[in-house]
Nanobody, 120 residues
Framework: QLVESGGGSVQTGGSLTLSCKAS????????VGWFRQSPGKEREAVAS???????TYADSVKGRFTISRDKVQNILYLQMDSLKPEDTAMYYC????????????????WGQGTQVTVSG
């Protein structure tokens, strides 16, 4: 129901764009967002966006990442610029039938994840 794509390996300072295709049922009237998890660390919120396009970002990515949603094609995007080695993680797309939350345990639907590796 949520399928991510766009991960990969990039040098420090580079850019990647993640995409998440969702079913219309999940995508409409929900909060959708991105989380990430590194080995040995808890899953953390990266960015989220409401149905009326109000976006929230983690402090660590503000000014570098941009979340957006295409309501026609039911696709969620995460544009990641000025990438740093500490951005290396598995990135997950998620959706919630309620207002946005930074706690991953509050979310209802998850994608399988896409790996982002930043080196150099």
């Amino acid at each position: 129901q949520l399928v991510e794509s766009g991960g990969g390996s990039v040098q420090t300072g580079g850019s990647l764009t993640l995409s998440c295709k969702a079913s219309e049922y999940i995508y409409s009237g929900t909060c959708v967002g991105w989380f990430r998890q590194s080995p040995g660390k808890e899953r953390e919120a990266v960015a989220s966006i409401t149905a009326d396009n109000s976006a929230t970002y983690a402090d660590s990515v503000k000014g570098r990442f941009t979340i957006s949603r295409d309501k026609v094609q039911n696709i969620l995007y995460l544009q990641m610029d000025s990438l740093k080695p500490e951005d290396t993680a598995m990135y997950y797309c998620a959706a919630r039938w309620s207002r946005c939350s930074s706690d991953w345990r509050d979310w209802d639907y998850w994608g399988q994840g896409t790996q982002v590796t930043v080196s150099g």
